[in-house]
């Protein structure tokens, strides 16, 4: 079955690190990739989204993703962590239809 | 700016009970979606709708059913709730086309005890 996954439950890092997150899709076609943030006790909110256009995406907070084919990876990337990233991250994937998939989800922890 | 409400943010309810839960959306999306969110696992679709009055099983259908009798409204229904059920329950939306995103509510937490 076409799946997404996120490596790493919990993430944690320093105040000012860099922030990696990992998603890798399975799919031999590419499919339509995006990154959500849920901060506690809210819904999901959209980070960016890869529809094809360009392979290194920009997205809200100084997030960015780059999708890469050979490695079937869409990974999250932000330069400095701010103790207001702290939420839990979702990656997800649309292939052929509507149906959006999710990972289960990465906790990221920034410590001062 | 887009919206997306539930009707509670926080419910506790009795085993055995019918609970609804209402979502609704001012955006005029054709698609709405039920997920349920548990630590570890991430979003599992429930149910999702194409149109008014249309309905699909998700992955997860078994022990809920839904109403869509209006396009802003999508309503998800456990007919006889049980502990199991316990979760964060979230609606989302979207325009028809594999590029959109899901437009998500805040959430609602249930409790059934």
């Known amino acids: 079955a076409q799946s997404v996954t996120q490596l790493g439950s919990h993430v944690s890092v320093s105040e000012g690190a860099l922030v990696l997150l990992r998603c890798n899709y399975s799919?031999?076609?590419?499919?339509?990739l995006f990154w959500y943030v849920q901060y506690p006790n809210q819904g999901l909110q959209l980070l960016l989204k890869?529809?094809?256009?360009?392979?290194l995406v920009k997205g809200i907070n100084g997030f960015e993703a780059e999708f890469k084919k050979s490695e079937t990876s869409f990974h999250l990337t932000k330069p400095s962590a701010h103790m207001s990233d702290a939420a839990e991250y979702f990656c997800?994937?649309?292939?052929?239809?509507?149906?959006?998939?999710f990972g289960a989800g990465t906790r990221l922890t920034v410590k001062p | 700016d887009v919206k997306v409400t539930q009707s509670s943010r926080y419910l506790v309810k009795r085993t055995g009970e019918k609970v609804f839960l209402e979502c609704v959306q001012d955006?005029?999306?054709?698609?709405m979606f039920w997920y349920r969110q548990d630590p570890g696992l991430g979003l599992r679709l429930i149910y999702f709708?194409?149109?008014?009055?249309?309905?699909e099983k998700g992955d997860i259908p078994e022990g809920y059913s839904v109403s869509r009798e209006k396009k802003e409204r999508f309503s998800l229904i456990l007919e006889s709730a049980s502990t199991n059920q316990t979760s964060m329950y979230l609606c989302?939306?979207?325009?028809?086309?594999?590029?959109?995103?899901?437009?998500f509510g805040p959430g609602t937490r249930l409790t059934v005890t």
């Open positions: 989302a939306s979207s325009p028809p086309g594999l590029t959109y995103e899901q437009y």
């Open positions: 799919s031999s076609v590419p499919p339509y």
């Open positions: 890869y529809t094809s256009a360009a392979t």
């Open positions: 997800a994937v649309i292939y052929n239809n509507n149906d959006m998939r």
């Open positions: 955006m005029d999306h054709e698609n």
């Open positions: 709708s194409y149109d008014v009055k249309m309905k």
